[in-house]
């Protein structure tokens, strides 16, 4: 068996096409998904019984279903009943089949995300002491005040190792986005080795790319780390 | 200028406050003595809303007000014109000495960086720490941590400054250091409303002294009245229980 070389530097240059897509899905989930999951968190904390309770049965929901399975279902449903509404209730003529399939890859993997990092807020939310929102209320803050500035960057302490994970999985579960039709890196591999059914060089090269971003993520996330924990250095100025 | 009526408060089915009424003048030292349990604690929380009473009423100035159905406005008022000492300092972990200092003072009341920043440094000064900017609170000692906590509350120039048991999350050898600023701030002619068990500093400075036991104060005098002839027996019992000299006193 051999390997066709220059199909792999080929495909390699191809798949670096599909790169910004990734990168794309993963920092739109991101961008979304954080602020989401943090409130989510703040809200489960709280004293609302009924926020509480829909944001339990939404993560258990979440969490408790394969990815793939909510890709099938949701890039089954959306694009119907939005066209249901657009045409039917709406009357507008727009063909929401023309969509950029990423969009859907948003919806999931925003869905998915807000509820995985909603559980990591919600741990490290109880890692930050009580104490802590005392004395800024007691100093005058207000309460959003109070969580930016002081549990918020004592919390994300405890939070960032889990957010690592968390977008390190996201990222790796954006190669399912070729479900939807999307040209992520893992798509345009696949359509590559089927013109000449060179599978296994293809996958061995995203494969490496894949690595290469995986360990990219958490280098930059270990960078992070240290600089939100920088007070608690044992060493004085 | 402070004035509290029949305030109460029950957590569960367990009543804290059975009616307690305090009044504060300006430049008062006011020491809340009592056994654990007694709800001095929660009586001081009451006061800045940390714990909301389930009765009583509040004049303080020029606010009037129920305490249980308090305004967040005007919570938000009665904290701006108090600053609180805690027990175990929580001084923001993820902020140098100086910035705890600072952050009630440009968040909280919108003072410019500038003035806010002279103003922190003062405050640190007078508390001693003028070499500790910035150290973060995981970087000084239990006394330096609750003198930062002092200056974060001075800061902001409160009407009333309310502590919360200062000095007992301290070693015995950095209790000093924090009731040196205590009683500088006392004769610099600050109002206090202190929850302590320093007995010798309570006789020293207060002028005013409560008496708390089972959720309702069982005596209140002058320090001198209470400590030298007290007339109530629970207060005997308590003052003999806590001042080993207490026999030599009277």
């Excluded at chain 1, 993963?26 to 926020?51: C, H, N, Y």
């Excluded at chain 2, 001084?91 to 600072?102: G, Y």
């Excluded at chain 2, 930062?148 to 301290?170: H, K, M």
């Excluded at chain 2, 959720?215 to 009245?225: D, F, L, P, T």
């Amino acid at each position: 068996m051999q390997l066709n070389t220059q199909f792999m530097w080929e495909t390699f240059l191809a798949v670096l096409k599909g790169v910004p897509v990734t990168l794309a899905i993963v920092a739109v989930t991101l961008l979304v998904s954080a602020p989401a999951g943090f409130l989510m968190a703040v809200k489960k904390a709280g004293e609302g019984r009924i926020g509480r309770r829909i944001i339990t049965v939404y993560v258990s929901l979440i969490r408790g279903t394969p990815v793939v399975l909510q890709i099938l279902f949701l890039y089954s449903l959306l694009p119907t009943a939005l066209n249901y509404l657009i045409k039917e209730v709406m009357g507008l003529s727009y063909n929401i089949f023309n969509v950029n399939p990423i969009f859907y890859a948003y919806v999931v993997f925003i869905l998915n995300t807000t509820a995985v990092l909603a559980e990591v807020f919600r741990s490290a939310l109880s890692t930050v002491s009580k104490g802590q929102m005392e004395a800024a209320l007691a100093i005058g803050m207000s309460k959003p005040q109070a969580y930016v500035r002081i549990i918020l960057p004592q919390a994300l302490v405890a939070a960032l190792p889990n957010i690592c994970n968390a977008t390190v999985n996201l990222l790796k579960s954006t190669s399912l986005a070729f479900m939807m039709t999307v040209r992520d890196i893992t798509a345009i591999a696949k359509i590559e080795a089927s013109f000449g059914y060179n599978y296994l060089e293809a996958y061995l090269v995203i494969f490496v790319v894949y690595i290469i971003l995986c360990s990219a993520v958490q280098g930059a996330f270990h960078l992070t780390e240290q600089g939100v924990a920088a007070y608690k250095k044992p060493v004085a100025p | 200028m402070l004035k509290v009526k029949n305030v109460e408060k029950t957590f569960g089915d367990n009543q804290v406050l059975r009616g307690v009424d305090m009044e504060v003048e300006k430049g008062d030292i006011v020491v809340i003595l009592g056994p654990s349990g007694s709800g001095k604690t929660t009586f001081l929380r009451c006061l800045n809303f940390l714990e909301r009473a389930d009765g009583g009423a509040m004049d303080f100035d020029d606010i009037h007000t129920e305490l249980k159905d308090a305004s967040r406005e005007i919570i938000s008022r009665v904290r701006k014109k108090t600053a609180f000492v805690f027990q175990n300092y929580n001084l923001f972990q993820n902020k140098t000495a100086l910035q705890n200092v600072m952050e009630g003072l440009t968040v909280a009341r919108k003072v410019p960086k500038a003035e806010a920043l002279a103003r922190a440094k003062a405050a640190l000064d007078k508390v001693g720490l003028s070499e500790r900017y910035d150290y973060y609170p995981s970087q000084l000692s239990g006394g330096q941590q609750q003198r930062v906590g002092i200056a974060r509350a001075i800061a902001v120039d409160p009407d009333v400054l309310l502590f919360d048991e200062p000095t007992s999350a301290l070693d015995p050898e950095l209790i000093g250091e924090v009731l040196a600023v205590m009683k500088k701030l006392a004769k610099e002619g600050a109002t206090m409303i202190i929850v302590t068990h320093e007995m010798t500093f309570a006789q020293e400075v207060a002028n005013k002294v409560i008496f708390m036991d089972g959720g309702v104060i069982v005596e209140q005098g002058s320090a001198e009245q209470i400590f030298t002839s007290p007339k109530e027996e629970r207060t005997i019992q308590f003052l003999r229980r806590v001042l080993k000299d207490y026999d030599y006193v009277i």
